[in-house]
């Protein structure tokens, strides 16, 4: 199993809205110059119509691969372990030319912060949008709401703060809700293979790692833990409880926005990463 | 030919008025609509027609659902394990218990040699992939579950022939470094398989097994194209055609005096399909892997949840081989046409006491089935399709120790 990326995607053939599919099969969208910033999709792959990536990419050069399984990404056999996703990702840090500000969303949030914990030369900065991946309740308390067993317009309602302005050609959770005949047959198709392969990596424990909030303390990289004050998949209480266990992280709420905040608020979204960034150089 | 009875238990006690509001009556319903004292006269009903099959010569299918009105046999192993102690010839299937949700198939391998020694070689074990709101009940992943059950699959067959361990077992799936149960299962070397699928490569894998392919509501083309693969697997590896045995259906069956009856009761029947399967969207349709993502345009476009079927009136289920119905003669016509237009049955499962069917109407069917049908459906000309001798392994677990 190999990442394929050598260079920021830059060895990859370019396809076509900025997307390139690396040698080893990774599909990776790139936007921008400088310093490499390093997107963990979450739900859904980062669209190329996502609303923050022009905004974002004036702060360094964006590099989103597809994980496998998800978007167009193929999935190698046995390949189906969220210490699969870690050990792939550390490969695409390991590859890139400079060290990078790495951004997890959501489940993608989960996957930088096992990347950080167990320790990276190649992590600049982190940045922490609405992550699942950690147990804080008790037992009969449930930290994250289920993604699977959850109703679809259930999920559509906690995941945004305005599910009406969700951005036209992007998903996030509760995307069921935004099936219509117009949809283009290839979204579909990518979002039935995301949902898939969240869902082979985080079925059960349910989009947690039990052990992970005993580590946190061991991330040394400054960390940003973002979170959209109206998400009721992950509240922002349980939030708090992130940045608590990471050292010296800061917690900052976006107003109006839900479960992904990078698309309900992005400009929002690139202004206070852009002022971490230059807050902590 | 065989004819078993199978009967889910089902539970159609909850108000109508509950089960329209409930976005679905699997999975989510609370157990407080539940009541056990219904279910225990239920149980002993049910346990009363096993009885009666037993003594006219019907075998029984027992299989295994949760948390819904469909279905009251969550603990399959514990059922069968009843089935084989209050009978004393039939042959009792398990169809079964679900291998794809449950964490160690070492230990189903223990529940099924257990039973088959209280039965005295009586067992034949079925596997299901399962899926759906069963994978909710039981917290498995919906993922993998093809691999995930052959896998089990293998594990079970090995645990029940091995006689010389403990082995050890690391497998994708499963792990167990010290296997060896006791007691071992009666037959020899161990109880038939059975696998309910209408997939093609599946039939195809069963087919190369030898384990018999039994086929759910199919109909004419589909089981006779389940089947077809079937035979198409064992010949493209080389092996002997398959005998008829290896060849099941299940379909809904009554037999009553006169096929006025038969077609009154029989309408009770589809309860199992209008009623009992209504499942929300995240249990079905978006449900992680039940769409291949090259369909998911054409699945979910046409509209979320779950599809409730037409065509349920006791003539059209006839019509499209899902259903037996009539006096016993018609029903004898109907399973022959059936037999012959898939390329051959061995056993014909029979869905009667489902639905709202009561307890006397379900055994004045089994009498007239085992009295007046089954007989008609012995020593019957072969197909023209050849069938090769029945598997040889059978015929050793008949004369088991």
């Known amino acids: 199993m190999s990442a394929g990326i050598t260079k920021g995607g830059a060895s990859a053939a370019e396809r076509h809205d900025g997307i390139a599919v690396a040698p080893g099969g990774l599909e990776i969208l790139s936007r921008g ?60 840090l390991d590859g890139l030319p400079d060290k990078a500000i790495v951004i997890g969303f ?19 900065r ?26 679809p317009d259930e999920l559509n309602r906690l995941s945004w703060h305005d599910p009406a302005r969700r951005p036209q050609g992007t ?11 117009a949809m283009p047959d290839d979204d579909l198709v990518v979002l039935a293979r ?29 960390t940003l833990v973002l979170w959209g004050a109206s998400d009721r998949i992950v509240t922002p209480d349980y939030g708090r409880a992130w940045a608590r266990r990471i050292p010296g992280a800061r917690f900052e709420l976006i107003e109006e926005a839900g479960h992904h905040p990078e698309l309900e608020q992005p400009q929002a979204f690139v202004d206070r990463v852009a002022r971490f960034v230059a807050g902590t150089s | 030919m065989q004819l078993w009875n199978h009967c889910e238990c089902p539970y159609p006690f909850v108000s109508q008025e509950i089960l329209d509001q409930a976005d679905s009556v699997r999975a989510s319903l609370p157990n407080m609509l539940c009541d056990p004292k219904i279910v225990a006269t239920l149980y002993d009903e049910i346990f009363d027609e096993y009885r009666l099959c037993d003594d006219l010569g019907l075998h029984i299918v027992t299989n295994e659902h949760h948390a819904g009105i469909n279905n009251l046999w969550a603990a399959n192993p514990v059922i069968t394990g009843v089935v084989a102690r209050v009978t004393r010839k039939a042959r009792i299937l398990s169809l079964g218990t679900l291998v794809t949700v449950r964490p160690d198939p070492v230990r189903i391998a223990e529940e099924y040699a257990t039973i088959d020694v209280l039965s005295r070689g009586r067992l034949e074990i079925g596997f299901v992939k399962s899926g759906a709101t069963e994978m909710v009940n039981g917290d498995a992943n919906p993922m993998r579950i093809r691999e995930r059950e052959w896998e089990a699959i293998d594990l079970i067959e090995k645990t029940l022939t091995t006689h010389d361990g403990p082995f050890s077992w690391e497998g994708k799936f499963f792990t167990h470094p010290f296997v060896n149960i006791w007691p071992r299962c009666w037959q020899s070397p161990r109880p038939d398989f059975w696998a309910a699928t209408s997939d093609f490569p599946t039939c195809a894998e069963l087919g190369r097994r030898g384990i018999v392919n039994t086929l759910l509501f199919g109909g004419y083309d589909r089981t ?32 009553g005096d006169t096929d006025e009856e038969a077609y009154r009761i029989g309408q009770k029947i589809p309860w199992f399909l209008t009623v009992s399967i209504k499942s929300a969207p995240q249990f079905s349709t978006f449900q992680p892997g039940a769409v291949a993502p090259e369909m998911a345009p054409k699945a979910w476009r046409r509209g979320a949840g779950s599809k409730r079927p037409t065509n349920l009136d006791v003539e059209s289920l006839v019509r499209q081989g899902q259903m037996f119905a009539g006096n016993p003669d018609t029903v004898v016509k109907q399973i022959k046409e059936f037999r012959r237009r898939v390329g051959g049955l061995g056993s014909l499962i029979m869905m009667t006491r489902q639905g709202l069917v009561t307890h006397a109407e379900a055994e004045k069917s089994f009498e007239l089935c085992a ?31």
Not at chain 1, 126 to 147: A, C, M, Q, S, Y
Not at chain 1, 171 to 181: F, N, R
Not at chain 2, 229 to 250: I, N, W
Request: glycine share 8%.
């Open chain 1, 106 to 124: 959501s489940f993608g949030g989960w996957i930088a912060a096992e990347i950080a914990t167990a320790g990276s030369a190649k992590m600049h």
């Open chain 1, 194 to 222: 995301n949902w898939d392969a969240l869902c082979l990596y985080a079925w059960r424990p349910h989009m947690y790692n039990p052990q992970l909030a005993h580590w946190l303390h061991r991330i040394s990289v400054p």
């Open chain 1, 171 to 181: 998903y996030g959770l509760g995307w069921q809700s935004a099936i219509d005949d």
């Open chain 1, 33 to 92: 110059q400088g310093r490499p910033i390093l997107l963990i999709h979450g739900v859904n792959t980062i669209s190329p119509k996502a609303p923050f990536l022009d905004g974002l990419a004036r702060h360094g050069e964006i590099i989103a691969p597809s994980a496998p399984g998800f978007g167009h990404s193929p999935r190698p056999t046995d390949f189906d372990t969220m210490y699969d996703l870690v050990q792939l990702y550390r490969e695409v």
């Open chain 2, 224 to 255: 006779r194209q389940a089947f077809d693969a079937y035979k198409r697997g064992r010949a493209e590896a080389g092996l002997a055609p398959p005998g008829e045995d290896r060849f099941s259906y299940m379909g809904f069956c009554y037999v």
């Open chain 1, 126 to 151: 982190l940045v922490l949008v609405d992550p699942v991946g950690i147990k804080i309740g008790g037992r009969e308390e449930r930290d994250i709401v289920h993604f699977f067993n959850t109703s």
């Open chain 2, 371 to 401: 009295r007046e049908v089954l007989p008609q459906l012995q020593d019957l000309e072969p197909l023209d399709e050849p069938a090769a001798p029945v598997e040889p392994w059978r015929a050793v677990a008949t004369a088991a120790p």
